[in-house]
């Protein structure tokens, strides 16, 4: 399978669609390489596809048994009604074998349970991956502990919350407009499990999603780069039941506060189509 990057514009317009997403949006081609003549009409251009790493903050034990699916299969439940002609690959990157970055045309980092300052091995590793990946304009998303390292290794600072955890449904506002979503008054009410967070912001980022208990909750970098603490990832039963599991840690109060919360309205759906809409932004054109 050969492959050609394309630049794809997604618009309301009178020409014959690739496919049509569930957006209601037509996607179509608008740059042809000048090189070859094979890919010059809509006729011969083969079928749009975007080959997706996601890398997951932990692994699956042998055994474990959980009423909830692994972040990787939430992420992809949640991307692929968006994403029709995405292929996806997921790789620990706790105990797995990291990939070339141009293996891939775009990653997504989970979260897990760790903290970007502690000491791993593993974890030296990762973020100097991620740096290469960064380096080298491919498209990376990173989700609470992967929006910290994303920070970490851009040169912002991490640190843990003297305020305690963020967890449950809270309010986050869309401060900034970007090209797949737009600043609003309105806070969106969405899922939080965290108390690390991002408290500097690198150098050339710009935030764009902010709330009181965590101003830094989502930025970007030049055009690559989605960084977001909350969770696109969560329900409200999952995170009642992390809520319930750690709430020695997070406090009664706080836990009881958030557990409240979950009741309330739930805006989870606006991030999944952040994080779609930023995919799509770049395709691969395949031809068998």
């Known amino acids: 399978m050969n492959e050609l990057e394309v630049s794809i514009i997604y618009a309301y317009v009178s020409v014959r669609p690739l496919f049509t997403d569930p957006m209601g949006q037509l996607a179509f081609q608008i740059a042809f390489p000048a090189a070859d003549p094979r890919y010059r009409t809509l006729e011969n251009l083969g079928y749009l596809c975007m080959k997706i790493c996601i890398l997951h903050i932990g692994h699956t034990e042998p055994g474990a048994v959980s009423a909830h699916p692994p972040s990787p299969e939430r992420f992809k439940a949640g991307l692929a009604p968006y994403l029709p002609h995405a292929d996806w690959t997921t790789i620990s990157a706790v105990t797995g074998t990291l990939p070339q970055p141009e293996d891939y045309n775009a990653y997504l980092i989970t979260g897990g349970k760790y903290s970007?300052?502690?000491?791993?091995?593993?974890?030296?590793?990762?973020?100097?991956?991620?740096?290469?990946?960064?380096?080298?304009?491919?498209?990376?998303?990173?989700?609470?502990?992967?929006?910290?390292?994303?920070?970490?290794?851009?040169?912002?600072?991490?640190?843990?919350?003297?305020?305690?955890?963020?967890?449950?449904?809270?309010?986050?506002?869309?401060?900034?407009?970007?090209?797949?979503?737009?600043?609003?008054?309105?806070?969106?009410?969405?899922?939080?499990?965290?108390?690390?967070?991002?408290?500097?912001?690198?150098?050339?980022?710009?935030?764009?999603?902010?709330?009181?208990?965590?101003?830094?909750?989502?930025?970007?970098?030049?055009?690559?780069?989605l960084a977001i603490q909350q969770h696109p990832d969560?329900?409200?039963?999952?995170?009642?039941?992390?809520?319930?599991?750690?709430?020695?840690?997070?406090?009664?109060?706080?836990?009881?506060?958030?557990?409240?919360?979950?009741?309330?309205?739930?805006?989870?759906?606006?991030?999944?189509?952040?994080m779609a809409r930023f995919l799509r932004q770049q395709y691969v054109l395949c031809k068998s």
């Not at 008054?185 to 690390?196: G, Y």
């Not at 750690?246 to 739930?266: P, Q």
Request: with cysteine.
């Open 116 to 225: 970007v300052f502690d000491t791993l091995a593993w974890q030296d590793r990762f973020l100097d991956f991620i740096g290469d990946v960064i380096s080298k304009n491919i498209q990376i998303i990173g989700i609470c502990y992967g929006h910290q390292a994303i920070a970490q290794v851009l040169g912002g600072v991490v640190e843990r919350s003297p305020r305690g955890y963020g967890v449950g449904l809270m309010p986050v506002s869309v401060v900034a407009d970007t090209s797949w979503c737009q600043s609003s008054e309105d806070p969106l009410m969405l899922h939080a499990m965290h108390q690390d967070q991002v408290t500097v912001l690198p150098e050339g980022a710009e935030v764009f999603l902010s709330s009181d208990f965590c101003p830094i909750s989502g930025f970007t970098f030049n055009n690559n780069v």
């Open 234 to 274: 969560f329900t409200c039963d999952l995170n009642y039941d992390l809520i319930k599991k750690r709430e020695d840690r997070i406090g009664e109060k706080t836990a009881i506060a958030a557990i409240a919360a979950l009741e309330g309205r739930d805006d989870t759906a606006a991030s999944v189509e952040w």
